[in-house]
């Protein structure tokens, strides 16, 4: 079992950068990959980005290659996702989730993640 609180959201000028948390409860963090969710009103919640177990591979949608990072520190049970050059289209609920794996596979559906946190919004003013 893995609980997981979001946190770091905001509001932001378009151009501004936010960095989210996903604190993580358990003790084999490190056995998750995690991974980046957003849902914006009226749309299905889509893929962001994704990171291994380790923290040595990583994997980010296009739309937010070159503008944000996903990383992680397992010593602090948590995951973060660096927002950079924000723009009005990023505003959503951005949710962080995970996936027990053996081995790193990029996983980019929602089924893929057995848990999620809560969510946390960013809304990003043009």
């Known amino acids: 079992q893995v609980h997981l609180v979001e946190s770091g959201g905001g509001l932001v000028q378009a151009g501004g950068s936010l960095r989210l948390s996903c604190a993580a409860s358990?003790?084999?963090?490190?056995?998750?990959?995690m991974g980046w969710f957003r849902q914006a009103p009226g749309k299905e919640r889509e893929f962001v980005a994704t990171?291994?177990?380790?923290?040595?591979?990583?994997y980010h949608v296009d739309s937010a290659k070159g503008r944000f990072t996903i990383s992680r520190d397992n010593a602090k049970n948590t995951v973060y996702l660096q927002m950079n050059s924000l723009k009005p289209e990023d505003t959503a609920v951005y949710y962080c989730?995970?996936?027990?794996?053996?081995?790193?596979?990029?996983?980019?559906?929602?089924?893929?993640?057995?848990?999620w946190g809560q969510g946390t919004q960013v809304t990003v003013s043009s």
């Open positions: 989730a995970a996936d027990r794996q053996l081995r790193w596979v990029v996983k980019t559906r929602r089924d893929d993640y057995n848990y």
């Open positions: 358990g003790r084999t963090f490190s056995r998750y990959a």
């Open positions: 990171i291994s177990g380790g923290g040595g591979m990583t």
